[in-house]
C-alpha cells in the first residue's frame, strides 16, 4: 500500500529529522529532485536541456526556496533559468543567492506592463517564453485560493508545469480546489504522498506523482490514508485452488431489485458471478429474470427460502416499504457480513431500530453516495469527505465506503483507503449495483471487509476505464460512454489486468 500523510504528520516528522540533519541540506536534497525531474520534463518536451528555458513562480516560503534551489541546479546545466517572485521582499534568501550566484535571474511579478493585470512585462515575458515552468508559489502551507497576482501568472502558462510538493491553489488536506489552480503534468513531492496528491480534484491536478526519499521515513507515524497498488490487490484476489469446490471458495446471496425493475437484481448477481469462482443465490422477486440472464445463479423468491451464504449484498431496488424493509432485517440477522448499499442505506435511515437486528460482532459495509450520505447522518456532505467517512464509521461501527470519483474506505478503527478512478466513466445508471455485487462476493470470499470494499473499489474503476477505451485499452485514447452491462462485461478483463500485475 501507498501511504498518504498529512501536512501536520510531515511537519512533525520534519522537525525530528531537522534535529540531525540541517534544513538547509534537507532542502537542497529536495531541489535537488525537482532539478532533476524538471531535466528529464525538458528532455520529453524539447530534446534537450542545456540552453532550454524555464521560469520558477516564487512564493513566500521554503516551497519558492525548493523551486530557487531547482532553479539554481538546472542552471548549473546550462539551462536558462528565470525566477518570477510573487513576494520579493520575502522570497527564500539562501535559495535567491544561490540561483543567482549560478547565473539565474530574478524579477518581480508586479511591475510595469503593457496591459492592466499588474503582471511586469518581464515577469510575463519569462512566463510566456518557457519550455516548463517550475510551481514553487505555494506547499504545505497553502491556506484558500490562489491570491490575484499568482492567480494571473499561473493563467498566462501555456507549457509542461512541475510543482514542487504539490499543486497551488489545491487544498493540501482535501485537495479540494476553489478557485483558480495550477494543472500540473508532474508533481515532485517530499517523503510520502500528501492527500491532495490522492483526492478529488487535487488529485487531477497533481498530474504525475514522484515522492522522493528526503530522509523522512523513520520519523513519519502511521500515514493518514493509505492507497492500494494493482499488483497487491491482484495478488490476493481470490482465485479457485487445486483443492476448491463451489462451495469452498464463498456463497454469496444478493438480495435486490424487484419484478417491475428487476435491472439492479441481474447487475448486482452479474458482478457476483464475474467476481468470484463461488457460488451465487439471489433471493427475491426478480428471480426468473435473473436466472434467464444468469444460468450459474440458484435463484430463489425470498431471502427466506435462499438457503446458506457466507455473505449478503443486499438493497439496490428492494424498494423502501415493508418488504424492503424484512428484507433487510432477515439478512442483517443472518449473522452473515453484509453489504447494505442504496435502499438498505435509506431503510437504516428511515429506521433506526433496524440497526438492533445486526450483531455487531458480524462485519457490516455500507456504501452510500453522497446522497445517501446526508440521509443517513442527517447533515450535508462537506469537502473533508475523509473525516465525513471516518466519523460515520466510527459512529455506525461498519466498513464506509463513500461513492464518488475518488472514493473513501473507512473502517470503524480509522483505517482510510483511497481510490481514485481518474475518470468519470462510472457516472452511469446500475453501476452502484455492479459494486454491490463485487463487494458481496469478495466478502464471502472471505476477504476483509476494508480491503474487500478497496479491491472492490478499484476493480470496478478500472472495468470501466477498459470498458470505455475498448480494444484501444490505452487511456489517452478518447473513451466513449458505457452503460453498466459494458461495465459488467469488463469485469474479467480488470480482474486479468490486475493479476498480471501481480506477476510483473
Ligand atoms: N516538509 C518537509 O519535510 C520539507 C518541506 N519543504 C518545502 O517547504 C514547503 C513548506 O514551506 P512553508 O511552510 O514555508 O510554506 P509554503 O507552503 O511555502 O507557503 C509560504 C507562504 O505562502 C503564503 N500563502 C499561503 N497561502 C497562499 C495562497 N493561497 N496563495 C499565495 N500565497 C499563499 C503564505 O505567506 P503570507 O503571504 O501569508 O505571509 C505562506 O506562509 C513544502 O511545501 C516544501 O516545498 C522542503 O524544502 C524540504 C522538506
Ligand atoms: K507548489
Same mark, same amino acid.
Given at each position: 500500500?501507498?501511504?498518504?500523510?498529512?501536512?501536520?504528520?510531515?511537519?512533525?516528522?520534519?522537525?525530528?529529522?531537522?534535529?540531525?540533519?540541517?534544513?538547509?541540506?534537507?532542502?537542497?536534497?529536495?531541489?535537488?529532485?525537482?532539478?532533476?525531474?524538471?531535466?528529464?520534463?525538458?528532455?520529453?518536451?524539447?530534446?534537450?536541456?542545456?540552453?532550454?528555458?524555464?521560469?520558477?513562480?516564487?512564493?513566500?516560503?521554503?516551497?519558492?526556496?525548493?523551486?530557487?534551489?531547482?532553479?539554481?541546479?538546472?542552471?548549473?546545466?546550462?539551462?536558462?533559468?528565470?525566477?518570477?517572485?510573487?513576494?520579493?521582499?520575502?522570497?527564500?534568501?539562501?535559495?535567491?543567492?544561490?540561483?543567482?550566484?549560478?547565473?539565474?535571474?530574478?524579477?518581480?511579478?508586479?511591475?510595469?506592463?503593457?496591459?492592466?493585470?499588474?503582471?511586469?512585462?518581464?515577469?510575463?515575458?519569462?512566463?510566456?517564453?518557457?519550455?516548463?515552468?517550475?510551481?514553487?508559489?505555494?506547499?504545505?502551507?497553502?491556506?484558500?485560493?490562489?491570491?490575484?497576482?499568482?492567480?494571473?501568472?499561473?493563467?498566462?502558462?501555456?507549457?509542461?508545469?512541475?510543482?514542487?510538493?504539490?499543486?497551488?491553489?489545491?487544498?493540501?488536506?482535501?485537495?479540494?480546489?476553489?478557485?483558480?489552480?495550477?494543472?500540473?503534468? /508532474?508533481?515532485?513531492?517530499?517523503?510520502?504522498?500528501?492527500?491532495?496528491?490522492?483526492?478529488?480534484?487535487?488529485?487531477?491536478?497533481?498530474?504525475?506523482?514522484?515522492?522522493?526519499?528526503?530522509?523522512?521515513?523513520?520519523?513519519?507515524?502511521?500515514?493518514?490514508?493509505?492507497?492500494?497498488?494493482?499488483?497487491?490487490?491482484?495478488?490476493?484476489?481470490?482465485?479457485?485452488?487445486? @483443492?476448491?469446490?463451489?462451495?469452498?471458495?464463498?456463497?454469496?446471496?444478493?438480495?435486490?431489485?424487484?419484478?417491475?425493475?428487476?435491472?439492479?437484481?441481474?447487475?448486482?448477481?452479474?458482478?457476483?458471478?464475474?467476481?468470484?469462482?463461488?457460488?451465487?443465490?439471489?433471493?427475491?422477486?426478480?428471480?426468473?429474470?435473473?436466472?434467464?440472464?444468469?444460468?450459474?445463479?440458484?435463484?430463489?423468491? @425470498?431471502?427466506?427460502?435462499?438457503?446458506?451464504?457466507?455473505?449478503?449484498?443486499?438493497?439496490?431496488?428492494?424498494?423502501?416499504?415493508? @418488504?424492503?424493509?424484512?428484507? /433487510?432485517?432477515?439478512?442483517?440477522?443472518?449473522?452473515?457480513?453484509?453489504?447494505?448499499?442504496? #435502499?438498505?442505506?435509506?431503510?437504516?435511515?428511515?429506521?433506526?431500530?433496524?440497526?438492533?437486528?445486526?450483531?455487531?460482532?458480524?462485519?457490516?459495509?455500507?456504501?452510500?453516495?453522497?446522497?445517501?450520505?446526508?440521509?443517513?447522518?442527517?447533515?450535508?456532505?462537506?469537502?473533508?469527505?475523509?473525516?465525513?467517512?471516518?466519523?460515520?464509521?466510527?459512529?455506525?461501527?461498519?466498513?464506509?465506503?463513500?461513492?464518488?470519483?475518488?472514493?473513501? $474506505?473507512?473502517?470503524?478503527?480509522?483505517?482510510?483507503?483511497?481510490?481514485?478512478?481518474?475518470?468519470?466513466?462510472?457516472?452511469?445508471?446500475?453501476?452502484? #449495483?455492479?459494486?454491490?455485487?463485487? $463487494? =458481496?462476493?469478495?466478502?464471502?470470499?472471505?476477504?476483509?471487509?476494508?480491503?474487500?470494499? =478497496?479491491?472492490?473499489?478499484?476493480?470496478?474503476?478500472?472495468?470501466?476505464?477498459?470498458?470505455?477505451?475498448?480494444?484501444?485499452?490505452?487511456?489517452?485514447?478518447?473513451?466513449?460512454?458505457?452503460?453498466?452491462?459494458?461495465?459488467?462485461?469488463?469485469?474479467? /478483463?480488470?480482474?486479468?489486468?490486475?493479476?498480471?500485475?501481480?506477476?510483473?
Amino acid at each position: 500500500m501507498l501511504g498518504v500523510w498529512t501536512p501536520d504528520q510531515i511537519r512533525a516528522a520534519e522537525q525530528q529529522l531537522f534535529a540531525r540533519t540541517p534544513e538547509p541540506v534537507v532542502m537542497r536534497r529536495a531541489a535537488h529532485a525537482v532539478a532533476v525531474h524538471t531535466a528529464r520534463v525538458l528532455t520529453e518536451v524539447t530534446d534537450g536541456v542545456a540552453g532550454r528555458r524555464v521560469a520558477l513562480l516564487v512564493g513566500a516560503g521554503n516551497n519558492g526556496g525548493d523551486a530557487l534551489w531547482a532553479g539554481a541546479f538546472l542552471r548549473r546545466r546550462g539551462v536558462g533559468v528565470t525566477a518570477v517572485l510573487l513576494a520579493p521582499e520575502k522570497a527564500h534568501a539562501a535559495g535567491l543567492a544561490a540561483l543567482r550566484r549560478a547565473g539565474g535571474r530574478a524579477v518581480p511579478a508586479e511591475g510595469a506592463s503593457a496591459d492592466t493585470s499588474g503582471i511586469g512585462a518581464e515577469a510575463a515575458d519569462a512566463v510566456e517564453r518557457a519550455d516548463v515552468v517550475i510551481d514553487g508559489i505555494v506547499g504545505l502551507s497553502a491556506r484558500g485560493s490562489l491570491r490575484p497576482t499568482a492567480a494571473e501568472l499561473v493563467r498566462r502558462v501555456s507549457v509542461p508545469v512541475v510543482a514542487v510538493d504539490l499543486p497551488s491553489g489545491v487544498d493540501p488536506v482535501t485537495g479540494a480546489v476553489d478557485g483558480p489552480v495550477v494543472q500540473a503534468d /508532474l508533481t515532485v513531492t517530499f517523503g510520502g504522498r500528501k492527500p491532495c496528491h490522492v483526492l478529488g480534484a487535487g488529485a487531477v491536478c497533481s498530474g504525475e506523482v514522484e515522492v522522493v526519499d528526503i530522509g523522512l521515513d523513520d520519523h513519519l507515524p502511521a500515514p493518514e490514508l493509505r492507497v492500494l497498488r494493482p499488483a497487491e490487490i491482484g495478488a490476493d484476489w481470490p482465485v479457485p485452488g487445486p @483443492s476448491d469446490d463451489k462451495y469452498s471458495q464463498g456463497v454469496v446471496g444478493v438480495a435486490a431489485g424487484s419484478a417491475t425493475y428487476p435491472g439492479a437484481a441481474v447487475l448486482a448477481s452479474g458482478a457476483a458471478v464475474q467476481a468470484t469462482a463461488g457460488m451465487v443465490r439471489y433471493a427475491g422477486p426478480a428471480a426468473d429474470v435473473v436466472r434467464s440472464r444468469w444460468p450459474e445463479v440458484v435463484a430463489t423468491g @425470498s431471502v427466506g427460502d435462499a438457503g446458506r451464504v457466507q455473505a449478503w449484498a443486499v438493497g439496490p431496488g428492494i424498494g423502501l416499504g415493508a @418488504s424492503g424493509r424484512d428484507v /433487510l432485517q432477515h439478512v442483517l440477522e443472518s449473522g452473515r457480513p453484509v453489504c447494505a448499499d442504496a #435502499d438498505s442505506i435509506t431503510l437504516l435511515a428511515n429506521d433506526p431500530t433496524l440497526w438492533d437486528a445486526r450483531d455487531p460482532d458480524v462485519p457490516l459495509v455500507l456504501t452510500p453516495h453522497a446522497g445517501e450520505f446526508a440521509r443517513l447522518t442527517g447533515q450535508e456532505l462537506g469537502p473533508d469527505r475523509v473525516a465525513a467517512a471516518r466519523e460515520v464509521a466510527a459512529r455506525f461501527d461498519a466498513v464506509v465506503l463513500l461513492k464518488g470519483n475518488t472514493t473513501i $474506505i473507512a473502517a470503524p478503527d480509522g483505517r482510510v483507503l483511497v481510490n481514485d478512478a481518474q475518470h468519470a466513466w462510472l457516472a452511469t445508471a446500475g453501476s452502484g #449495483d455492479v459494486l454491490t455485487g463485487l $463487494i =458481496g462476493a469478495l466478502l464471502a470470499s472471505g476477504v476483509e471487509p476494508w480491503l474487500a470494499c =478497496g479491491y472492490a473499489a478499484h476493480v470496478h474503476s478500472l472495468a470501466a476505464d477498459l470498458a470505455a477505451h475498448g480494444e484501444t485499452d490505452d487511456p489517452t485514447e478518447p473513451g466513449a460512454p458505457i452503460g453498466a452491462s459494458a461495465l459488467l462485461e469488463a469485469v474479467p /478483463l480488470a480482474i486479468r489486468k490486475i493479476r498480471r500485475a501481480a506477476l510483473a
